[in-house]
């Protein structure tokens, strides 16, 4: 099912919240100053997490406390680039429909989004209502 959605995606223009230009669609089969995977999860290895909850090849996901969320997205962008939805704006319905299989985004949300090197790269930032904890996903599907 995400693949008929990814699909759909490519197809289309891929609207972000904000203006989009051709790198914020991040789909390329070139990355430019980038960091590689590998790389992006070492990075994250160096961070202490409040939790980590899973560490598998397709979902990596953890609890951050909110002084982290700076940290973690720099590691996020250096390689997704910007994110396709940042927090406090209605999720688009090509974000929505991208999402949906890995529980979906809401306003107060942030997803990332790469198709790169044959694989699908998804990041979900998603705060806790106490305020002071956020759960991010990273998944993988190739």
Known sequence: MIKTIISKIKKSLFKCETA???SQTNDSSEKLDKS??????????KIHFE???????HLYEFVIIKEQLDQVKSCMESF????????NQNPSRQ???LTKSHGGIRKEQS??????DGN???ALFWPWSDGKR???KLIVTE
């Open 36 to 45: 590689s995977y590998p790389e992006l999860l070492d990075k994250l290895s």
């Open 120 to 122: 699908e790269y998804l």
């Open 111 to 116: 997803c990332y989004f790469l198709n790169y």
């Open 134 to 136: 956020i759960t991010v």
């Open 20 to 22: 989009p230009s051709q």
């Open 51 to 57: 939790e980590k909850r899973n560490d598998s090849p």
């Open 80 to 87: 997704f680039g910007p994110a396709i939805k940042i927090e």
């Open 95 to 97: 974000t929505t429909d």
